[in-house]
C-alpha cells in the first residue's frame, strides 16, 4: 500500500470510519506484529503492542505526514513501545516449545523427523540472534524481515547512515561466526566449512 492510499485511508480515519481503520489494520497489522515479536519475544505482549501502536493511529491518525514510509513511520511508535516494555518488564520464566515437537515426532507422521530438523534449525538462528545486541538485532530484523532501505533504519534508530552499514556487517559476521560453531557442536562441522 503505498503513501497516497495510506494518506487517504487516514483522512476518512480522522473522520471516524472505522471501514478505513479495519482496512488500514488488515494492511499493516502482520508485518508490524512480526517486528514486534523479534523484537520482544512474547506473543501476547507483542499483540498488545501492535494494538496500541495502531490504536495511536485511530486517536490521531493526522500525526502522519507523509515525509516517510508510512510501514516506517508505525515501527517507530511500536519500536518506542517496546523499549517502554522492556523498561518495565520482569524477568520472565523461560518458554520452551518442544513439547509440539516431541508430539510431532511421536506422531510418527511422514514429516516428522523434517518437522523436527526444521525446528532446531529455527532454533539455531533464533539463538544465534539473540547473541547480538539490540541494535544489531534491530537492525537485521528491519532490513533483511522488513525490507527497509539503510536510510529509513538510520531514521528508526536515530544513528547516521555508515552506522546502520556498520552495524550490519558486524552482525552478518556475528551470525556466520555463531552459525558456524552450532553446527560445528552438533557434528556437522563438514557443512560449517562449506559457509561462506
Known amino acids: 500500500m ?10 476518512r480515519i480522522e473522520r471516524g470510519d472505522e471501514a478505513a481503520f479495519r482496512e488500514l489494520y488488515r494492511a ?8 514486534v515479536l523479534r523484537q520482544h ?11 496500541d501502536t495502531l490504536y495511536e493511529v485511530w486517536k490521531a491518525p493526522a500525526k502522519f505526514r507523509g515525509d516517510a514510509q ?28 518442544l513439547d509440539d515437537v516431541a508430539e510431532s515426532v511421536a506422531s510418527e507422521e511422514p514429516g516428522a ?7 532446531e534449525r ?17 537492525c537485521v530484523h528491519l532490513v533483511f524481515y522488513e525490507g527497509l532501505g539503510l ?29 558456524r560453531l552450532l553446527l560445528q557442536r552438533e557434528g556437522g562441522s563438514h557443512l560449517a566449512g562449506a559457509a561462506p
Open 151 to 179: 536510510a529509513e533504519v538510520a531514521t528508526l534508530q536515530a544513528c547516521p547512515e555508515n552506522t546502520v552499514k556498520t552495524r550490519l556487517f558486524h552482525a552478518r559476521k556475528k551470525l556466520t561466526n555463531c552459525l
Open 122 to 138: 529455527s532454533e539455531g538462528v533464533r539463538h544465534c540472534m539473540d547473541k547480538l545486541s539490540a541494535e544489531h538485532r534491530e
Open 28 to 35: 499493516f497489522s502482520r508485518r508490524l506484529y512480526a517486528y
Open 70 to 97: 508510512f510501514s516506517t513511520w508505525l515501527i517507530g511508535i511500536a519500536r518506542n513501545k517496546v523499549l517502554m516494555a522492556f523498561r518495565s518488564r520482569k524477568p520472565d520464566a523461560l518458554h520452551d516449545d
Open 113 to 119: 523427523f523434517e518437522q523436527l530438523a526444521q525446528h
Open 2 to 11: 503505498d503513501n497516497d492510499e495510506v494518506l487517504r485511508l487516514l483522512q
Open 41 to 51: 519475544g512474547d506473543p501476547a505482549q507483542a499483540e498488545e503492542i501492535v494494538s
